[in-house]
């Protein structure tokens, strides 16, 4: 199978530092970046083609330069320009079928606005645009506990008083079949259990504590179980996430963007793995940030970029 492609993400974050120790993944992979960035005495090989072959333990790099060199907490408006283009490059290679997936490294969305007029919320909605502008959905998957938690916003990030307008039929149905097409490619999951939860306490207490619940979410669970889809719910989002609960589905998609991303991060803070739905190719991502703070000092945990790795490998390896 071809390599998964590592981003460099934002040259002052802690991205690059965490490059050399994606080797300990297990994951045949390669870099994409200016090796100016990579940490002193990381061992590496340019190569010119994302397969070609390198010595044993050497990083496989392919070469983007930067307009300037990078300080560890201190971005540089100048190479938000080469952010931008390693992202369009590696999606160029994973739409040609070059490399198996790509794994994304943490980006700075300010950056990138005040340094290259990025016009994007963030790199999800940059990737869907390269690809097309394809419907996407956001899924962040758990690695480390069983059973497993998988969950999908229908709303992201927007204002939580914007979230009753914002989920709409069309909305959440749309991450209903993001998430049950996913499941099925990705994840060799051949009859998705998908749980659904509510938008209000209780999810509604049947319509006295709001009518979401009654006149949308329950309407469109039934009209898609007509088509066959295994779905439950609307679902209480204080009762989803305990163990027995996550037995009986396989994801849940969730109203807005706390409900989905408090319970994950709460039982795999380090684990987690952020997978976009909807590409035609497969994205991942720690579940992370630039972590501007520790850049350099090499405190950053790589847990969450080697879980990401993994799961694009097997992912790929899946949907092949």
């Not at 069309?170 to 099925?184: K, M, N, P, S, Y």
Request: glycine fraction near 8%; charged fraction near 15%.
């Amino acid at each position: 199978m071809a390599r998964v492609l590592l981003t460099c993400g934002e040259p002052a974050g802690i991205g690059p530092e965490l490059a050399p120790l994606a080797l300990a993944s297990g994951v045949d992979v390669v870099w994409m970046g200016d090796p100016r960035h990579l940490p002193a005495g990381t061992a590496f090989t340019t190569v010119a083609a994302p397969s070609d072959p390198v010595p044993s333990g050497h990083l496989p790099v392919l070469v983007h330069d930067f307009a300037a060199p990078a300080t560890p907490g201190r971005p540089d408006p100048a190479n938000a320009r080469g952010v931008v283009e390693v992202i369009a490059r590696a999606v160029q290679l994973a739409m040609a079928r070059e490399v198996a997936a790509i794994t994304t490294a943490p980006i700075s969305k300010q950056a990138l606005k005040e340094g290259a007029g990025f016009a994007f919320p963030g790199h999800t909605e940059y990737l869907a645009h390269l690809a097309g502008d394809v419907p996407v959905a956001m899924m962040l998957a758990s690695t480390t506990v069983t059973p497993a938690c998988r969950v999908v916003p229908a709303t992201i990030h927007i204002p939580l008083a914007d979230v009753p307008t914002a989920l709409t039929a069309d909305v959440l149905e749309q991450a209903i079949r993001l998430t049950h097409a996913a499941l099925i490619r990705d994840f060799g999951i051949p009859a998705p259990r998908i749980a659904v939860s509510g938008l209000n306490p209780h999810a509604g207490e049947g319509g006295t504590m709001g009518r979401q619940e009654v006149d949308m979410i329950a309407p469109l669970i039934a009209r898609l179980r007509d088509e066959g889809m295994h779905l439950s719910g609307p679902l209480p989002g204080d009762t989803m996430f305990h163990a027995p609960a996550r037995a009986t589905y396989d994801a849940a998609v969730c109203a807005y963007h706390d409900q989905a991303l408090i319970p994950i991060k709460t039982l795999d803070f380090a684990g987690g793995v952020n997978v976009t739905l909807g590409l035609p190719f497969i994205r991942t991502s720690p579940d992370h940030g630039t972590a501007f703070d520790i850049a350099g000092k090499g405190l950053a945990d790589p847990s969450s970029t080697l879980a990401a790795l993994r799961m694009a490998h097997d992912m790929a390896r899946t949907a092949a």
